[in-house]
């Protein structure tokens, strides 16, 4: 089936790394996306991750991928207060172009 | 070109009556997608085209919803006889369409916050 789960809230100090976990269902998931979403807009991609791979850096940004627990992680090193949104991470199919987004995790980043 | 735009950025409007939402996505992004968006949670797929054809729809896009993109350019979304539940924020997104691998990237538009009295 298709569902995606992530926790609802984390709160991180100005400096400290975030890790926000998301965990999907369906192993045929081609693709694996996180998007930021701030107040009262759309939603932005920062990244994504092949099936195919476990690990990729971007910057401050940092995406782990256990595909065996179907488990994703977006890594923010240095957090910024300017990082405090809602992320979602979201899965698509090899056969099919939607995205499957999870309900999202709201950060808070404290000064 | 400064990505995907949507308008009315906001609209509000009583029961029953019937609205449109207009996408204009990314230049020459020949996937258009609409989602929705309730309080709380995360972005629902409702339908995408690939050029004017509309390609899948959601079982979340009841009969009174219709959605087209007669020239393969821009896109509307019309909700017809809307009920109070249809309060949501409507998404579009677009893509330029696989290439090999390419993660065919959805980019999103603002959106529109609709408001059913």
């Known amino acids: 089936g298709e569902d995606v789960e992530q926790s609802l809230f984390l709160s991180v100090r100005e400096g400290d790394s975030s890790v926000i976990n998301c965990t999907y269902t369906?192993?045929?998931?081609?693709?694996l996306y996180w998007y930021k979403q701030e107040p009262g807009a759309g939603l932005q991609l920062l990244t994504y991750?092949?099936?195919?791979?476990d690990m990729k850096q971007d910057q401050r940004l940092t995406v782990l991928l256990n595909k065996k627990d179907k488990h994703l992680s977006l890594r923010i090193a240095d957090t910024q207060t300017g990082d405090s949104a809602i992320y979602f991470c979201?899965?698509?199919?090899?056969?099919?172009?939607?995205?499957?987004f999870g309900s999202g995790t709201r950060l808070l980043v404290r000064p | 070109d400064t990505g995907v735009s949507q308008n009315p950025r906001h609209k509000i409007t009583k029961r029953g009556q019937n609205v449109t939402f207009r996408c204009d996505p990314i230049?020459?992004?020949?996937?258009l997608y609409w989602y929705r968006q309730t309080l709380g949670q995360g972005p629902e797929f409702l339908t995408y085209?690939?050029?004017?054809?509309?390609?899948?729809k959601s079982r979340l896009l009841s009969d009174r919803f219709s959605a087209e993109r007669p020239k393969g350019s821009f896109s509307t979304l019309e909700i017809q006889r809307t009920e109070q539940g249809d309060s949501a924020m409507y998404l579009c997104?677009?893509?330029?369409?696989?290439?090999?691998?390419?993660?065919?990237?959805?980019?999103f538009g603002p959106g529109t916050r609709l408001t059913v009295l």
């Open positions: 997104a677009s893509s330029s369409g696989d290439r090999g691998g390419h993660a065919d990237t959805q980019y």
């Open positions: 369906d192993s045929s998931s081609t693709y």
């Open positions: 991750i092949f099936s195919n791979m």
């Open positions: 979201a899965e698509r199919m090899d056969s099919s172009y939607k995205l499957i």
């Open positions: 230049s020459e992004h020949n996937r």
């Open positions: 085209f690939q050029n004017e054809a509309q390609l899948e």
